[in-house]
């Protein structure tokens, strides 16, 4: 079932501290729908899951490895991840793609331990400038969703993401028209992948530039199911505002 969520991608920003007192905020003034989680660095994964612990608030991890244990020097295993109280990981996020090198392969290795570890997964996905310049955004997209998605079940846990990289933290946005295209077509694959009817059922969400200034706008695109939020989602205040935009456009 297609779920409405914002989710916080903090990047490498927040101690523990800042971390426990965002989730306090949060929780202070979230309520119910839309969903929300958060992604903070692996060294506030416990503490703020431990913080949130009675509340709706789902945490996630922005990265892991593959395997379960091994010699991986600075590497972080699912186990670990789920352990430290989170449910949900960004896998294939476009600075994971396009600074430490991480292939379509090795990122669909990552989609099968999330599943197999009962993390969900959000599977990001988008093109960068040059390919969208030269009409090659379908093309990219289907690509990183087919061998993302290799060997995967369907599993109406994937969630996917679409963020276009010249759209994360630059200040511009895809305009609702450009997205919701895009969404339409991904929701094309996973129908052509897993059967007729399953593209209208995964949760697809928008991240590139999302603020409170064109959350509404963006969420007004049917196909649009929330949003993955990475620069305005390190204040409380910031993101509630947004969280409030979403659930008056989706839900009431
Ligand atoms: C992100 O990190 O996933 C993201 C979309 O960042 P920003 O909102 O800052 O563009």
Redesign the pocket.
Same mark, same amino acid.
């Given at each position: 079932m297609r779920r409405i969520i914002i989710?916080g991608?903090w990047?490498m920003n927040k101690t523990i501290e800042e971390s426990v007192s965002f989730g306090l905020c949060i929780k202070k003034m979230f309520y119910g729908k839309p969903e929300v989680i958060l992604f903070p660095p692996f060294t506030a994964i416990k503490a703020l899951s431990d913080a949130l612990y009675d509340s709706d608030v789902g945490v996630g991890a922005q990265n892991m490895h593959f395997e379960s244990t091994g010699a991986f020097t600075g590497e972080i295993s699912p186990v670990m991840v789920k352990n430290a109280g989170a449910n949900y990981v960004?896998i294939g996020?476009?600075?994971r793609r396009h600074i430490f090198g991480e292939d379509d392969e090795l990122i669909n290795k990552k989609m099968i331990a999330a599943a197999g570890s009962e993390l969900t997964p959000i599977l990001?996905v988008g093109e960068t400038f040059y390919e969208r310049q030269n009409n090659l955004t379908e093309e990219v997209i289907e690509r990183q969703i087919k061998v993302g998605l290799s060997e995967i079940n369907y599993s109406k846990n994937v969630i996917i993401?679409y963020?276009p990289v010249w759209?994360?933290?630059?200040?511009a946005?895809a305009t609702p028209e450009q997205a919701s295209k895009v969404h339409q077509f991904i929701r094309e694959i996973i129908s052509s992948m897993y059967g007729v009817g399953s593209g209208d059922e995964i949760t697809v969400l928008y +991240?590139? &530039?999302?603020?409170p200034e064109n959350i509404e706008e963006l969420a007004k695109m049917e196909d649009i199911d929330g949003?993955?939020?990475? +620069?305005? &989602?390190l204040r409380c205040d910031t993101f509630v505002l947004m969280w409030k935009k979403l659930k008056s456009v989706k839900i009431c």
């Open positions: 989710a991608n990047k960004l996020h476009s600075e990001c993401a963020e759209a994360i933290g630059t200040g946005n +991240g590139g &530039s999302v603020k949003g993955l939020v990475g +620069g305005a &989602s």
